[in-house]
């Protein structure tokens, strides 16, 4: 239980361009999913909260016009970069928790690799 | 900001030693701590977690400590094996009033010598 997928799992697009990822819990509803960025050998930055019927909420520093969050049902929220630069390569990392579980435990994606030329 | 940060950033081990990792975390209102293993290319996969309430958790071949005075937490791996290389997290979390999301740490990178 507890899966949670990703998709695509990488994308090269060229740069101006825009690019949704998608971020699914498989066999839970999540009230709650949040979208991190990591840069090569780094550790995972929070990109955005994003909560099922309301606007995401986003860390300091994140533009909210280039990065889109759309948290439309219980199992599925989207990561969209807008008008992308090179400098929007990274890995993109979703997470999810569980409505029903304890503490505060999120379940990660495998990770959205994305590339622009 | 706060931040969670590594003492080391790499871990070199031979296959069959206990390996430790450690971890200092700053926000002395975070009370959930959580180690994360990541695989390269791959998301992180949970490992153990750990309330402020405790101060030691065991699973199965790991146990997490954790120290408030001096706000530390560590990992211990047990009978380390060549599965275990990849880099490891240690992220802080605050349960009420933090919406539930969580500080990472910068990561330490254990290798396992066979």
């Known amino acids: ?117 | 900001g706060e931040s969670v940060g590594l003492h080391l950033p790499t871990l070199s081990v031979q296959e069959g030693d206990n390996s430790i990792i450690n971890c200092a975390y700053s926000n002395s209102a975070s009370d959930y701590f959580i180690w994360y293993k990541q695989e390269s290319g791959k998301g992180p996969q949970f490992i153990i977690d750990i309330r402020s309430n405790m101060d030691k958790r065991q699973g199965q071949r790991v146990t997490v400590l954790l120290n408030k005075t001096v706000k530390h937490l560590s990992l211990q791996i047990a009978a380390t094996q060549p599965g275990d290389s990849a880099v490891y997290f240690c992220a802080e979390n605050i349960s009420s009033g933090g919406a539930g999301k969580s500080t990472f740490g910068d990561g330490t990178t254990l290798t396992v010598k066979p």
Request: net charge positive; hydrophobic share 35%; proline share 3%.
């Open chain 1, 1 to 117: 239980g507890a899966v949670v997928s990703q998709h695509p799992s990488w994308v090269i697009c060229k740069s101006g361009t825009s690019v949704k990822i998608e971020c699914r819990s498989l066999d839970f509803q999540a009230t709650t999913m949040f979208w991190y960025r990591q840069f090569p050998k780094q550790s995972l930055m929070l990109m955005a909260t994003s909560n099922e019927g309301s606007k995401a909420t986003y860390e300091q520093g994140v533009e909210k016009d280039k990065f889109l969050i759309n948290h439309a049902s219980l199992t599925l929220s989207t990561l969209t970069v807008t008008s992308a630069h090179p400098e929007d390569s990274s890995f993109y990392i979703c997470s999810a928790r569980d409505r029903r579980g304890y503490h505060n435990e999120q379940f990660f994606g495998p990770g959205t690799r994305l590339t622009v030329l």
